[in-house]
């Protein structure tokens, strides 16, 4: 298994090339030489197999070169009751018949994130070990990315992490999640501005090679291949979980922002899962509107609104390039030329193209979902099954009834938990949402966090002087 860039031909690398790297050199992003397809006698026998060792069967044929016997115990170790608070990992809950809700969310950090961060602090681990080097993590987060990552990559063997977020808006318990933590190797530095001026810092530092280079800077965003990968797997175990023959076709509802979250589920698809996509996304309707109309618009900084979903608060969806890269016919002289329209300042239109017109073999539709939409949505899923849902969790379950095809099973994704969304909860519910009792006050807990200007040359000089 090889793996290639969406923007050029003939630059094929290992997985643990790709690995450590976030964006390739020529800008593009890395996606596997062909995927690998599962055969029927492979997915009848999947069935049966509990989280860690599905997960080893995906994992082993997208990163062949990580010694078998090693991959299974770092695999188990992974994805354990201890860390996901469940022996299924990612218990399938029947809301009514045919109506499931696919619960990927009781990971140390209470968002699906935790599913692929802590594989790849695993997977980090096995790398740096092999190299005998260290990494310094630098990240941008608005909430739930930087303390999944800040949770998996804790006490792990020469990884630093050092994560920028806006100072003041992220929700009090997201900022307890990641400012409570009190260990060596983890810099919390709020930055006074928006979120896209974190992510502008961590491009300028990352954008200075020798610096990176010096610092071994690495990140962790989404576009990292890795964690695609390790979502690939509950795609295939909640499709597992809702059927019981393996020809039948289920739909999936995946609220989206990067669109890192439903690639995973194209992916499984590609690799052989019958299965059908339903994208979900907030008033941030750039992805949706791609899918009714083929024009790709992301939008700017300005235009992007703030919502009670804001983990889909993105104006650029950063892997979307691997679909388009599919879509048209992995020609990456056709992925190139459409960025650059982009990067020209507007977007791009395949509208009327043959591959827009042939795009229904992918089992893509899609749909919005507004404030109003998601504070119904988390009342009515109350008061029908008695069960609590976060508001991205809501945009899902609202896109995927309106789009499932009649008789089709749906599956939606539960992509956090509601106790990080007081505020929208309380507005939905007229109360707050039940809350574990490990986590009673953790807002009063210390936090520990540097505040800091937003100026790359200060975060650097931060990161240089807490280096050895
Ligand atoms: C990150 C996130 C999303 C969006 O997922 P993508 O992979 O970026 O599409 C949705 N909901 C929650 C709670 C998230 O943290």
């Not at 290639?4 to 593009?28: M, N, Q, W, Y």
């Not at 063997?157 to 997201?174: C, D, N, T």
């Not at 190797?185 to 928006?194: C, H, Q, R, S």
């Not at 937003?454 to 002087?465: G, N």
């Amino acid at each position: 298994m090889r793996y290639v860039t969406t923007r050029s031909k003939g630059t094929a690398k290992s997985f643990a090339e790709c690995l450590l790297e976030g964006l390739a050199p020529d800008g593009g992003l890395y996606v596997p030489e062909a995927y690998p397809t599962v055969s029927a006698a492979e997915l009848r026998r999947w069935r049966s197999l509990d989280y860690a060792a599905l997960a080893f069967e995906i994992v082993s044929r997208f990163a062949p070169e990580i010694p078998q016997e090693r991959l299974r115990v770092l695999l188990a170790e992974t994805y354990c009751a201890a860390r996901f608070g469940d022996p299924a990992i990612t218990p399938l809950k029947v809301l009514e018949p045919d109506l499931y809700l696919l619960q990927l969310s009781n990971g140390p950090t209470l968002a699906f994130k935790d599913i692929a961060l802590q594989l790849l602090a695993a997977l980090f681990e096995w790398r740096l070990g092999e190299t005998g080097t260290s990494l310094n993590i630098l990240g941008a987060t608005s909430g739930d990315t930087g303390s999944a990552a800040e949770h998996a990559m804790l006490g792990r063997h020469g990884i630093r992490v050092f994560m920028l977020s806006p100072k003041g808006r992220m929700s009090p318990f997201q900022r307890a999640q990641m400012y409570s933590l009190n260990d060596p190797g983890i810099f919390n530095l709020a930055i006074e501005g928006t979120f896209d001026d974190c992510q502008a810092i961590v491009k300028s530092v990352s954008g200075d090679a020798a610096f990176k280079s010096a610092m071994r800077i690495g990140t962790v965003n989404s576009i990292n291949w890795a964690r695609l990968m390790a979502q690939v797997v509950y795609y295939f175990k909640g499709y597992f979980a809702a059927t019981e023959t393996d020809d039948e076709q289920v739909a999936f509802a995946v609220p989206s922002g990067n669109f890192g979250n439903v690639c995973a589920g194209h992916v499984a698809r590609q690799m052989g899962l019958p299965i059908q996509l339903i994208v979900a996304t907030n008033e941030n309707d750039v992805l949706d509107e791609f899918f009714r109309t083929g024009a790709y618009r992301p939008r700017t900084a300005a235009e992007t609104h703030e919502t009670s979903s804001p983990s889909m608060d993105i104006s650029k969806a950063s892997n979307f390039e691997r679909f388009v890269f599919d879509l048209v016919g992995r020609d990456p002289d056709r992925v190139v030329a459409l960025w650059a329209q982009i990067e020209n300042g507007g977007g791009f239109n395949l509208g009327g193209s043959p591959e827009f017109d042939a795009i229904g073999r992918f089992g893509f539709t899609s749909g919005r979902s507004t404030h109003d939409d998601r504070l119904r949505t988390i009342a009515d899923v109350w008061r029908r099954y008695g069960v609590e849902i976060d508001p991205h969790t809501a945009d899902g379950v609202k896109v995927g009834l309106e789009r499932r095809a009649p008789g089709m099973k749906l599956i939606c994704l539960e992509t956090a938990l509601p106790v990080k969304f007081e505020q929208t909860m309380v507005a939905a519910l007229g109360r707050k949402p039940s809350r574990d009792p490990s986590l009673i006050g953790i807002e009063d807990k210390p936090q520990y966090v540097t505040e800091m200007p937003a100026d790359a040359a200060l975060v650097k000089e931060f990161i240089r002087s807490h280096t050895d």
